[in-house]
């Protein structure tokens, strides 16, 4: 993993919380080895100052509340019930984190409290963002029944919510109608 898009809306029950843990945790010199047996308070500090330094999250804003010596960033997306525009309204932010890293090379983890539904509908996304709409293909339904299949191909439990895959449809759609509108507009 080389970036981290953390769309949960509760960073207490985050998946994110336990991956931080298990990364630090793999991070940290172990005390039963030897080699470190000489001064392991000094060691221990000198790990913790260097590990603090590498830690630093990419985009720094008042939600980020993971440090990562990797670039992790959280946009919370209420669920659909609780907001039925949660998604469609931080999805442009998703889609710029995930294509920043993606078009470098780098694999991006998606990740939020299920993982289910937001990071199922965020996949989509760059899929349809990435291969399809700069091609000037009409997105339509179809279009993302299909991105959902090839997904869901390597991920079986992705299990998105009609919600939340019709404002990934709307976010493509008003976007398609607006640049017409646009063209139509300067000719």
Known sequence: ????????????????????????????PNSTDPRNAHDESNEEQKSEESMMEKRAPVNETEDDHHSFAFPAVSIPVKNCKV????????????????????TRGRHVLLVDESG?????????????????????EK??????????????SYYPQA?????????????????????TELVRETN
């Open 1 to 28: 993993v080389d970036a981290v898009l953390d769309l949960s809306m509760d960073p207490e029950s985050s998946p994110m919380k336990t991956l931080i843990l298990q990364y630090d945790e793999r991070r940290r």
């Open 83 to 102: 907001s039925r525009d949660g998604l469609l309204t931080e999805l442009g932010r998703a889609l710029i984190f995930c294509e920043e890293h993606v």
């Open 116 to 136: 289910l539904d937001s990071s199922v509908c965020v996949a989509v996304a760059l899929l349809i963002s990435s291969y399809l709409y700069s091609s000037n």
């Open 139 to 152: 997105i339509d339904k179809t279009v993302v029944r299909k991105c959902l299949a090839y997904v869901s």
């Open 159 to 179: 299990r998105p919510t009609r919600g939340m895959l019709r404002q990934v449809f709307n976010f493509f759609f008003n976007a398609s109608n607006e640049d």
